[in-house]
């Protein structure tokens, strides 16, 4: 892959991150904790405890980490792409590939992307849900100061497994739903492109938005059990794994174990 498109992708994946990590914290506060009765509820008590920075919390890494990642994903499920149907990426256009081929390079590619994805994904999981106020003089600390120090800390009380938790169910949440968005891009793609020729930059905004939406309705029930998952190790083990968590016993009978 060139530099420029190496830079051009980090700087979009990053505004892209920028934009969207507000409504994200939302989402990850609403699917592991028990306080909030709603959206307003918890964006109305995340301003009012935290400003406006307290949805801004947990978002270093993954801007710094999103550019490998998407090379990974993008770099994987082109090349799984070549090896399944031997044609290279300009040959694509007058010889587009079968949906089950893109599908089966989108899940290759977001399986891999799973693995690089998570222990930077536990670490924003973990800093989101700190709900704390910046530090005043005199107010306790959050546990982890930062995102170097909340890996620090996970690794020196559970060694490096310990920042892989959670990385099955994003495993599992990647796998076919990155095949689902591959799939559900092409074939927008194709709907509103002449035969042969290179899909619109208009074309190109909407198909990826629609495979965005697609993907992640998809990948939320998933996204749930992940988040639980990752937040589990905090207090003591709430999960014996990702079907206990998927039947939501720990939670439903001890809800004090849950966070
Ligand atoms: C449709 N799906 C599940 C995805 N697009 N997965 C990759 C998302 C990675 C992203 N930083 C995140 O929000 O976790």
Request: glycine letters at 10%; a positive charge; proline letters at 7%.
């Amino acid at each position: 892959m060139p530099v420029e498109e190496f830079v051009a992708g980090w700087i979009s994946g990053a505004l892209g991150l920028v934009l969207g990590h507000p409504f994200d914290t939302v989402k990850v506060r609403l699917q592991t904790q028990t306080t909030y009765r709603g959206i307003v509820d918890c964006m109305v008590k995340t301003y009012r405890h935290e400003s406006l920075l307290g949805f801004f919390k947990g978002m270093s890494f993954p801007i710094a980490s999103i550019a490998v990642v998407n090379s990974v994903l993008f770099g994987v499920y082109s090349n799984a792409l070549l090896a399944l149907t031997a044609t290279s990426h300009q040959e694509r256009r007058a010889q587009p590939p079968s949906y089950t081929h893109v599908f089966i390079a989108g899940c290759t590619g977001g399986f891999l992307q799973a693995y690089c994805l998570a222990p930077f994904d536990l670490i924003k999981v973990r800093l989101q849900n700190q709900t704390e106020p910046r530090a005043k003089p005199g107010s306790p600390p959050p546990r982890y100061r930062g995102p170097v120090h909340c890996a620090a800390s996970i690794f020196q009380a559970e060694g490096p497994r310990g920042l892989f938790r959670g990385a099955w169910a994003l495993t599992l949440r990647d796998t076919p739903t990155l095949g689902i968005y591959f799939v559900t891009y092409e074939w927008l793609c194709r709907q509103f492109t002449p035969d042969g020729q290179t899909p619109s930059s208009g074309t190109v905004l909407v198909a990826g938005g629609f495979a965005g939406i697609t993907s992640w309705v998809a990948a939320t029930p998933l996204d749930v059990i992940k988040s639980r998952m990752q937040m589990a190790g905090l207090k003591q083990r709430a999960y014996g794994g990702l079907l206990d968590c998927m039947h939501g016993a720990p939670c439903l009978k001890e809800p004090d174990k849950c966070l």
